[in-house]
């Protein structure tokens, strides 16, 4: 008879250095150590970040721009389904982004991977970064991410290749106007607040009219998505006008949050391969 429990058993040691797993019956059994786990993801942490910068980066802008063109030709309520859908791509981004930010901001403390991964938009975490943006000068908030201001790369990187170097910090001068005007965007970050603790639940509901909910009409141009509030008894109403111009506004804040990750992690990688260079 074959032993189809065997496979329980055989993770009783640390794949990675052999040290021996406790575990109780009925637990999920872990395949590696706590301390090995951290060495695997950290190892990785390069690769991780090259690859998601080839293509994950970008996928909110794609669903945004591809949903903003498809608007213009679609009828009304189809028109707020998908300008719902731009907006939703708008939080995840700023989740994307934020969460990249924060993984940056403690790299060599943890592996990149799991901060980003592990990484969940909540409203004060949002607030947070927005104010701390806002209110700090862009040398420092480089300085946090392990990296020079555009104009220090030369110095900093004396073994960068002088059209590397000019790259990098065209992208990085382009970066820091991307951020004061994503800082600037007020109205669309408090969106994506009222909006994200119902994504985290796994997406609002989507509504044309709200007067049966709380007796307040929408405008025309107006969709809402409603969202449960256990702890206060509550539903919330986030209404969300989906004008063309509001909604090209958002796309292209997309846009803008897309290009600060992909530089962020340009600029990290670069960091990091010079750095590698510059060791003993
Ligand atoms: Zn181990």
Redesign the pocket.
């Known amino acids: 008879m074959p032993d189809s429990s065997s496979g329980r058993s055989i993770e009783e040691?640390?794949?990675?250095?052999?040290?021996p797993?406790s575990f109780h019956v009925g637990e999920t059994h872990a395949v590696?150590?706590?301390?090995?786990?951290d060495?695997f993801l950290a190892a990785r942490d390069i690769d991780f970040l090259e690859s998601y910068s080839q293509l994950g980066v970008t996928s909110r802008r794609i669903v945004a721009e591809t949903c903003l063109r498809a608007l213009v030709m679609e009828s009304p309520p189809v028109r707020k389904v998908l300008a719902m859908q731009i907006l939703e791509q708008y939080v995840q981004e700023a989740g994307d982004m934020i969460g990249l930010y924060y993984a940056l901001k403690q790299r060599g403390r943890q592996p990149l991977m799991r901060a980003m991964l592990e990484f969940k938009l909540e409203r004060e975490t949002a607030m947070t970064f927005f104010q701390e943006v806002a209110t700090t000068a862009p040398d420092e908030v480089l300085r946090s991410l392990g990296l020079p201001m555009p104009a220090q790369l030369k110095t900093k990187y004396p073994r960068l290749s002088k059209s590397d170097e000019h790259d990098l910090r065209l992208q990085m001068q382009q970066m820091l106007g991307d951020v004061k005007r994503i800082g600037d965007m007020g109205e669309g970050v408090m969106l994506a607040l009222a909006q994200a603790s119902g994504e985290r639940r796994g997406g609002a509901a989507i509504t044309k009219q709200s007067r049966w909910l709380d007796n307040t009409g929408l405008r025309p141009d107006q969709v809402a998505a409603i969202s449960l509030d256990e702890g206060r008894r509550t539903v919330n109403i986030a209404a969300i006008s989906v004008d063309e111009k509001r909604l090209e506004n958002i796309v292209s804040a997309i846009g803008a949050m897309t290009h600060i990750s992909s530089t962020l992690i340009y600029a990290t990688l670069t960091a990091l391969q010079e750095e590698a260079k510059n060791a003993p």
């Open positions: 040691t640390c794949r990675d250095c052999g040290k797993l590696r150590c706590a301390e090995c786990y060495g």
